[in-house]
């Protein structure tokens, strides 16, 4: 059986974007929430905005796509965390999203570095949401915990 799911979210807005804002809220329900351009450009608690949203996105599936491939390699995770920082900037043709960091550690029985490297090498090439990412940089680094 293949999977094919669909998900949706949606976002409305009032005013102007220098000073409205809106709410984003996730179709099943885990999230619904203010954003603004201010959110965007500032350091706002208690709201999001489209980039946070992405990075969100892309530590979850990494994370779970690592998890596949340890997993499958025969050392399911103990802990995976995974930070996913992006950039947005302002460049001479607009505002583009120029860079994901990633930084994982995992807890991760009977491997080593080198092997727990090469799989977050292989999750970060291979997950859904990089691939949707692919005209933005995304780097790595990951980090085996002491077990």
């Not at 050392?75 to 930070?83: G, S, V, Y």
């Not at 994982?104 to 090439?125: I, N, R, S, W």
Request: hydrophobic share 40%; aromatic share 4%; glycine share 8%.
């Amino acid at each position: 059986m293949r999977v094919r799911v669909t998900r949706r979210a949606q976002a409305s807005w009032q005013g102007t974007v220098a000073d409205g804002g809106g709410r984003i809220e996730l179709g099943s329900g885990a999230y619904e929430g203010p954003f603004s351009l201010r959110a965007r450009v500032e350091d706002v608690e208690r709201a999001t905005n489209p980039e946070e949203l992405i990075a969100a996105a892309e530590a979850g599936c990494f994370t779970m796509s690592l998890a596949n491939l340890l997993s499958e390699a025969g050392h399911p995770p103990a802990d995976l965390r995974t930070t996913a920082r992006i950039r947005l900037e302002q460049l001479d043709e607009g505002f583009r999203i120029t860079l994901l960091e990633l930084s994982t550690t995992g807890a991760v029985p009977g491997v080593d570095q080198e092997t727990f490297a090469g799989l977050a090498e292989q999750a970060k090439a291979t997950c859904p949401i990089s691939l949707a990412l692919a005209a933005t940089t995304i780097t790595l680094e990951a980090t085996l915990a002491d077990a």
